[in-house]
């Protein structure tokens, strides 16, 4: 159950380790396929789980592809963020007395 679900938690929490180690307990599964596989079982197959853990691995490797530019105001972004949040409350002062 839980091997089923760790490409998605992997995907989700873009974790690189969580991935890679999805990715090994997926192929591990597929080459342990003909040995324990239960005639009744109707899971997904070996190769969609591996297919589903790559996936996983390139989500968690995407911002290497597309870097994120915007929310990141530099080092001093604190004090920037108090100075505008200062001067709004300034001018709706300001405009309530006016």
């Known amino acids: 159950m839980v091997r ?3 490409p998605m938690a992997a995907m989700f929490l873009k974790n690189k380790a969580l991935s890679w180690a999805c990715l ?3 192929v591990q599964t597929y080459l342990n396929e003909p040995y324990i596989k239960d005639p009744s079982d109707d899971s997904s ?3 969609f789980k591996i297919l589903f853990a790559f996936v996983a691995l390139g989500t968690s490797y995407l911002d290497l592809v597309f870097p994120t530019m915007g929310g990141f105001m530099g080092p ?3 004090g ?3 100075e505008a949040a200062t001067e709004a409350v300034a001018a709706a002062a300001a405009t ?3």
Do not use: C, M, P
């Open 76 to 78: 001093n972004a604190a």
């Open 80 to 82: 920037t963020a108090t």
């Open 45 to 47: 197959s070996g190769i």
């Open 4 to 6: 089923d679900n760790l």
């Open 24 to 26: 090994f307990i997926a």
């Open 96 to 98: 309530a007395s006016a």
